[in-house]
């Protein structure tokens, strides 16, 4: 495992835009991991904010309050519209959103209408294009959508009210040509086990994890049992190798077919195969997330992972800490 600090003068956000980390809170403020730093934007948003997500292009940017209602759609690094979710339970997980192109358009992915009810909005023109008659989602707390490689599908990683975490996948072209298939959405077949994350490792693969609380039926033979890590091939709807996760872990993110960062505590490396930690910085804090619901817990950093170089990037007071194989 690689590290480098590049020093910052205070961080409102980071993202990752052309392998460069960006501030978009602070006029843009792009950084280099030769030190370089130059500014994309003109403005300082009056704003009190703490994430955000860039379109592949660049000429989106959504900046929000993870724990908030509210969030700002900039383009071109100007303020374009405001953007708000339902304050249901706002202040205890993160805002749902990403960005996804379709059909040579960029649409929003978040929930303007109900914390249960996800939508697409058309970045430039703001219609709603999914908000149609005969919507009845299901009560699911949407959060930390992660699109796949190749835009055709996403998952929601949220939690069902108990609070229970679990993974929905969804088809984007289905969803597009009926939005009522946004109102369920597919699970990990034949699990009863909380699962706590999920990265897409290929647009055909996911590796899932699942806590150590108890599972919903304790007569299930489950596919993921509690404490373990496997692939979901989402083409086939199988679940293959999974084995017990040895140690702490939390937010998963995928770097190959073979291993993934874990950033519960520290930063580390685990083999997917046998769930091995095979790398890791103990004295580099990361926070403690593991579930999309974070309002207990007291110091969250803010994280980026770049899924082109597979780097992560760690936000300290005046720093930035980015990590490579």
Same mark, same amino acid.
């Given at each position: 495992?690689?590290?480098?600090?590049?020093?910052?003068?205070?961080?409102?956000?980071?993202?990752?835009?052309?392998?460069?980390?960006?501030?978009?809170?602070?006029?843009?403020?792009?950084?280099?991991?030769?030190?370089?730093?130059?500014?994309?934007?003109?403005?300082?948003?009056?704003?009190?904010?703490?994430?955000?997500?860039?379109?592949?292009?660049?000429?989106?940017?959504?900046?929000?309050?993870?724990?908030?209602?509210?969030?700002?759609?900039?383009?071109?690094?100007?303020?374009?519209?405001?953007?708000?979710?339902?304050?249901?339970?706002?202040?205890?997980?993160?805002?749902?959103?990403?960005?996804?192109?379709?059909?040579?358009?960029?649409?929003?992915?978040?929930?303007?209408?109900?914390?249960? &009810?996800? /939508?697409?909005? +058309?970045?430039?023109?703001?219609?709603?294009?999914?908000? #149609? %008659?005969?919507?009845?989602?299901? @009560?699911?707390?949407?959060?930390?959508?992660?699109?796949?490689?190749?835009?055709?599908?996403?998952?929601?990683?949220?939690?069902?009210?108990?609070?229970?975490?679990?993974?929905?996948?969804?088809?984007?072209?289905?969803?597009?040509?009926?939005?009522?298939?946004?109102?369920?959405?597919?699970?990990?077949?034949?699990?009863?086990?909380?699962?706590?994350?999920?990265?897409?490792?290929?647009?055909?693969?996911?590796?899932?994890?699942?806590?150590?609380?108890?599972?919903?039926?304790?007569?299930?033979?489950?596919?993921?049992?509690?404490?373990?890590?496997?692939?979901?091939?989402?083409?086939?709807?199988?679940?293959?190798?999974?084995?017990?996760?040895?140690?702490?872990?939390?937010?998963?993110?995928?770097?190959? &077919?073979? /291993?993934?960062? +874990?950033?519960?505590?520290?930063?580390?490396?685990?083999? #997917? %195969?046998?769930?091995?930690?095979? @790398?890791?910085?103990?004295?580099?804090?990361?926070?403690?997330?593991?579930?999309?619901?974070?309002?207990?817990?007291?110091?969250?950093?803010?994280?980026?992972?770049?899924?082109?170089?597979?780097?992560?990037?760690?936000?300290?007071?005046?720093?930035?800490?980015?990590?490579?194989?």
């Amino acid at each position: 495992m690689e590290l480098k600090t590049i020093q910052t003068n205070g961080l409102q956000t980071i993202d990752w835009f052309r392998d460069t980390v960006v501030d978009w809170n602070s006029a843009g403020n792009q950084y280099f991991e030769d030190g370089t730093v130059k500014q994309l934007g003109k403005y300082n948003f009056g704003f009190k904010c703490d994430g955000s997500i860039t379109s592949e292009s660049g000429e989106y940017v959504f900046i929000y309050q993870k724990l908030g209602t509210k969030g700002l759609l900039l383009r071109n690094g100007q303020v374009y519209r405001e953007i708000n979710r339902s304050y249901y339970q706002s202040s205890a997980y993160e805002f749902p959103a990403a960005f996804i192109e379709h059909n040579n358009r960029i649409y929003l992915i978040h929930c303007p209408n109900g914390y249960n &009810q996800i /939508d697409f909005e +058309d970045a430039e023109t703001g219609k709603v294009v999914t908000n #149609i %008659s005969g919507r009845s989602p299901s @009560d699911f707390f949407h959060s930390r959508f992660e699109v796949s490689p190749d835009h055709k599908s996403f998952v929601s990683k949220g939690w069902f009210w108990h609070p229970y975490d679990g993974v929905k996948l969804f088809s984007v072209d289905e969803c597009f040509k009926n939005p009522l298939s946004l109102d369920q959405g597919h699970e990990i077949p034949n699990s009863t086990t909380e699962i706590c994350s999920a990265s897409f490792i290929n647009s055909d693969q996911l590796i899932v994890c699942s806590s150590t609380e108890e599972r919903l039926d304790d007569e299930n033979v489950e596919p993921i049992p509690e404490g373990h890590m496997a692939i979901w091939n989402i083409k086939t709807d199988e679940i293959s190798g999974s084995v017990k996760i040895q140690g702490p872990y939390g937010n998963l993110y995928s770097i190959d &077919q073979n /291993d993934c960062w +874990d950033l519960f505590k520290y930063p580390k490396i685990i083999e #997917i %195969s046998t769930g091995r930690i095979i @790398d890791k910085i103990e004295n580099l804090y990361s926070g403690e997330q593991n579930s999309s619901i974070i309002h207990h817990l007291k110091m969250t950093p803010k994280i980026a992972y770049n899924r082109n170089t597979k780097k992560i990037a760690i936000a300290g007071d005046s720093s930035i800490t980015i990590l490579s194989r």
